[in-house]
């Protein structure tokens, strides 16, 4: 009843300015999603050309991947050197751990040019590739003569430090040139 009179008192409906407006901004809303579909269908085209460029690069890096498993692979003499060198820095490591650097003295030998760290050094040379690794050994080779003249000086508080950071820088080169699985105790 209700109804009735309200539609017979009212003029008949005008279609509202409105509509068109909301007709417009959705007939916008369509053709901006359709031109960015077109704009992403040669994004497209472009990933596929990146595509193939990076299975590219993948299948070099593979390449060369197993180049250097096989490089570390027939190393064993280095891999000697180099477990060495981690059994000489977990006797050093445990020494100044228990601030006892007579023995960590004893196993550095005073000296950067001693017969292990030389031994080190050719395994270092033979399997580094990469600046990265490159900047590691250096880094190491650094952070163990400061060792060697921490523990000389009796600074346990120094030799803590570099010793942290000539393993660290060890660990570091291990694990970029793959050589972390071979090694034991590290």
């Given amino acids: 009843m ?12 005008a279609p509202s300015p409105i509509l068109p407006r909301k007709g417009l901004l959705i007939t916008s809303l369509v053709f901006l999603l359709v031109g960015k579909g077109g704009y ?7 990933e596929a050309d990146d595509d193939v460029e990076l299975l590219e690069k993948v299948k070099r890096d593979r390449k060369k991947r197993l180049e250097r498993q096989g490089v570390i692979s027939s190393s064993n003499e280095e891999t000697g050197y180099l477990q060495d060198l981690v059994c000489k820095l977990s006797k050093v490591g445990q020494a100044i751990e228990n601030n006892d650097l007579s023995i960590a003295r004893k196993v550095l030998k005073g000296s950067p040019g001693t017969d292990w760290v030389q031994k ?6 033979k399997l580094t590739s990469s600046l990265e690794e490159k900047t590691e050994v250096d880094t190491f080779n650094f952070a163990l003569a400061s060792l060697i003249s921490s523990v000389t000086r009796n600074d346990v508080e120094s030799s803590k430090v570099d010793f942290v950071a000539s393993a660290s820088a060890f660990e570091k080169w291990t694990t970029l040139t793959g050589v972390v699985g071979l090694l034991k105790g590290h």
């Fill in 2 to 13: 209700c109804q009735a009179i309200v539609a017979e008192s009212s003029p008949p409906c």
């Fill in 40 to 46: 992403n269908a040669n994004a497209t085209v472009l």
């Fill in 120 to 125: 080190a050094n050719v395994a270092f040379t």
